[in-house]
C-alpha cells in the first residue's frame, strides 16, 4: 500500500510487517505491550468517540504529556484519521503560553496526562472560548478520562471515519507545532501529512534497523524530531518501548535496545559519569581507562581497529556497551549540536553517533549523517536526505528546498514570507560544505544567524563552536559566549561539579556548597588553565579574555533553556546582567 497521510503508517506495518509489541510503557512496574493490531483498534475507537463528542475534520485537538506513552500515539492517530489537527504541547511551558496556544489555535478538546497537567489546563475552560472537552490519560479524581472516549466509539460505524480518511488530503495541514524560541511569543508551524510523510520515508532508508528490532524513546513527543522518528519506527516495523529520563539507565540494560534517538546533553552526562568512574579507579585499571579514553580522542569515521585498539575494546569499550545494553547499533542526535569529542568517544568505543540537523519548520530533518561506510564525517551534520535541497546564501545563511517545507506559520502570513524566498526556506543557520575523504560534501553549522555576537570592533564572534569546544571538558557543564557590543569576548561558565569536586578531593580542597567552590581561588585557577588550554582553537578576536563561574545549572524550570535544550540568551543576559558587566570593569 503506498503511505501519504499520517494514518497510513501503522497500516502499512500491519500489511508488511505486524508486530506483537509495536510499542509498549510501563505501568505500574509491568511492561504494557501494544500489537499493531490493537493500535488501530483504540485508535479506531477514538476517531468515533471524537465524531460523537462532535469533532470534525479541521478541529484541533491538543495533546500534552510530561512523558511518552502509547496512549499519546493512539489519540495522536484517532486525531488524523477523522481530518482534525494535533495541536501537542510542551508541558513545560507556562499556564499564559498554554492560554495563548489554545486561543490562537482554537482548540476545542484536550488529552492531558496526569494529574500537574490537568490542573494547568482544566484552568482553560472558560478563558478559551472554543475550549469544550477535557479528558486524562491518568486517573484522576473529578476529571473525565479518556477511557470514556474510547467507550463513546465502541458503538460508532467504522465506516463514517472511512469516509472521512478518504476525503484527507496528504497536503492538508496534520498538525500546528508551537515552536518554543527563545524570546517572543510561540509561532505556530503547520506540517502537513506530506510534510512528515516526506521525512518518513527519507529517514527510513538509512537506519541501520530492521523490523522486529527495538528502539528505546524518551525524548518528548510533543516535538517534531521524536515523533517524526516515531513513525518511521513503524514504517519499518521497529518495536517502540518508552522511557522516562530518570529510569533511562534501568530500561537500557533491561530493554537492551538496537536503536534510539537522544541529545547532545544526554551523551554529554554520560561521557561525565564514565570519566568520574575512571577517575575513582586507582593503579593499573586506572591507567588502562585513560589510555583507551585518549585512544578515543583520536578515532576517526570507518577507522579500522587495530591491535592495540583491540585490546582497549575488550578492556574498556566493551564496559560501556554493557551499560547501553550491549545491542546498540546506532544513534542519533539532533537539537542541538554535538560536540565532537561526544561523537568521536561513543564511536570509537562501537557505539555509532550521527549527528543530524534540521527545524520544527522542516518536519525536521534537513541533513544527517549516515551510518554506511562513508556516509559520515565528523564535526559535521552529514548530507541532505532525498528530495531535499540545501544551499548557502552570499551572507553565509542556510537555504533548504523539499516537500518536508512547512506550510506556513498558523495565521501569520507576514512572518511566514520572513522566512520564505519562494519554495527556499531561511533556517537562520550558518554553514558550509565539507568534502569528506569519499568525495560526498557535508554540511556544516558554523553559527546562528541571530547569534552572531557583533564587538565593539566590529568584529563578528560566532558563540556556538566556541562553546561546544568548552563543553568537551569535562570540568564544564554549561556556557555560554558574551561580548555583544563590547571590546572583548567573555563567559558564563557552569562547572561540572561531580567532576569538579572529584578533583577537589584530589587537591585538598574541602567545599560545603557550590557557591563556595565557584569563588574558591584554586578553582578559579583551575578553570583559568582550562581556557589557557582551548584558548588557541580560536582567532585572537573569539578567544576569552574574562570568565564567570556560576553556582546553579541552567533548567528548562528555571527558564533559561527552551524545552529542546537550548539555552535563552536573552534570558540569561538579562538574569546575569550584573555578573556580566563586572567582567568589563578596567
Not at 279 to 304: I, N
Request: aromatic share 10%; with cysteine; hydrophobic share 40%.
Amino acid at each position: 500500500m503506498e503511505v501519504t497521510r499520517l494514518f497510513d503508517v501503522i497500516r502499512y506495518q500491519k500489511a508488511n510487517h505486524p508486530q506483537k509489541v509495536s510499542f509498549a510503557h510501563m505501568r505500574n512496574g509491568k511492561w504494557e505491550t501494544f500489537s499493531t493490531e490493537d493500535m488501530i483498534q483504540a485508535a479506531n475507537k477514538i476517531s468515533l468517540g471524537l465524531l460523537k463528542l462532535g469533532i470534525k475534520p479541521g478541529d484541533k485537538v491538543a495533546t500534552v504529556t510530561d512523558q511518552n506513552r502509547v496512549e499519546w500515539n493512539i489519540c495522536d492517530l484517532g486525531i488524523s484519521q477523522i481530518g482534525a489537527i494535533n495541536v501537542p504541547v510542551y508541558p513545560t511551558i507556562s499556564e499564559n503560553d498554554y492560554e495563548y496556544i489554545f486561543n490562537h489555535a482554537e482548540v476545542k478538546a484536550c488529552f492531558a496526562a496526569g494529574k500537574g497537567l490537568y490542573d494547568k489546563v482544566k484552568n482553560l475552560i472558560g478563558r478559551v472560548a472554543t475550549f469544550e472537552h477535557l479528558y486524562t490519560w491518568d486517573s484522576i479524581e473529578g476529571a473525565k478520562n479518556w477511557a470514556e472516549v474510547l467507550t463513546l466509539g465502541e458503538g460508532g460505524n467504522f465506516a463514517d471515519v472511512e469516509a472521512i480518511m478518504q476525503q484527507v488530503d496528504a497536503n492538508e495541514m496534520a498538525t500546528i507545532i508551537y515552536t518554543s524560541g527563545t524570546t517572543g511569543l510561540p509561532k505556530g508551524v503547520m506540517l502537513s501529512h506530506n510534510n512528515i510523510i516526506s521525512n518518513v520515508k527519507a529517514t527510513s532508508k538509512e537506519f541501520p534497523v530492521e523490523a522486529g528490532q527495538i528502539a528505546l524513546s524518551f525524548l518528548p513527543l510533543c516535538h517534531i524530531f521524536e515523533r517524526m522518528v516515531t513513525y518511521t519506527y513503524q514504517y519499518v516495523g521497529i518495536n517502540v518501548y518508552y522511557s522516562d529520563i530518570d529510569t533511562l539507565g534501568e530500561k537500557l540494560t533491561t530493554i537492551k535496545p538496537h536503536f534510539f534517538t537522544t541529545v547532545p546533553r544526554l551523551l554529554e552526562k554520560v561521557y561525565e559519569k564514565i570519566v568520574n568512574k575512571g577517575l575513582l579507579l586507582t593503579g593499573l585499571k586506572k591507567k588502562l581507562f585513560f589510555w583507551a579514553l585518549e585512544m578515543a580522542d583520536k578515532y576517526e569515521y570507518d577507522q579500522k581497529p587495530g591491535f592495540l585498539f583491540g585490546i582497549a575494546d575488550k578492556l574498556v569499550f566493551s564496559k560501556w556497551r554493557e551499560a547501553l545494553g550491549g545491542r546498540v547499533i546506532g544513534i542519533v542526535t539532533g537539537s542541538a549540536a554535538c560536540p565532537l569529542k561526544i561523537a568521536r568517544v561513543f564511536s570509537a568505543a562501537g557505539v555509532p553517533i550521527r549527528e543530524g540537523y534540521g527545524l520544527t519548520e522542516t518536519s525536521p530533518v534537513l541533513t544527517f549523517a549516515r551510518f554506511q561506510e562513508g556516509g559520515a564525517l565528523l564535526g559535521t551534520v552529514g548530507i541532505p536526505i532525498d528530495n531535499v535541497e540545501i544551499k548557502i546564501a552570499e551572507d553565509g545563511e542556510i537555504l533548504a528546498k523539499g516537500p518536508n517545507i512547512m506550510l506556513g506559520y498558523y495565521k501569520e502570513p507576514e512572518k511566514t514570507q520572513e522566512v520564505m524566498s519562494g519554495e527556499w526556506f531561511h533556517t537562520g543557520d550558518i554553514g558550509t560544505f565539507v568534502t569528506g575523504p569519499s568525495g560526498k560534501k557535508f554540511l556544516k553549522i558554523t553559527d546562528r544567524k541571530k547569534e552572531l555576537l557583533k564587538t565593539s570592533g566590529g568584529k563578528y564572534v560566532a558563540p556556538a563552536p566556541i562553546e561546544s569546544k568548552f563543553r568537551e571538558s569535562f570540568f564544564v557543564e554549561q556556557m555560554m559566549v558574551v561580548g555583544e557590543s563590547k571590546k572583548f569576548v567573555s563567559a558564563l561558565i557552569v562547572p561540572a561539579f561531580p567532576a569538579l569536586k572529584e578533583w577537589c578531593k584530589e587537591v585538598g580542597i574541602s567545599a560545603t556548597s557550590n557557591e563556595e567552590l565557584v569563588k574558591n581561588p584554586k578553582v578559579i585557577a583551575k578553570y583559568q588553565s582550562i581556557v589557557d588550554e582551548l584558548n588557541p582553537n580560536f582567532s585572537h578576536i573569539e578567544q576569552i579574555k574574562k570568565f564567570t563561574l556560576l553556582p546553579n545549572e541552567w533548567t528548562v524550570d528555571t527558564k533559561e533553556l527552551t524545552p529542546t535544550m537550548k539555552i535563552k540568551r536573552k534570558v540569561i543576559s538579562e538574569k546575569y546582567e550584573r555578573e556580566i558587566e563586572v567582567m568589563y570593569i578596567d
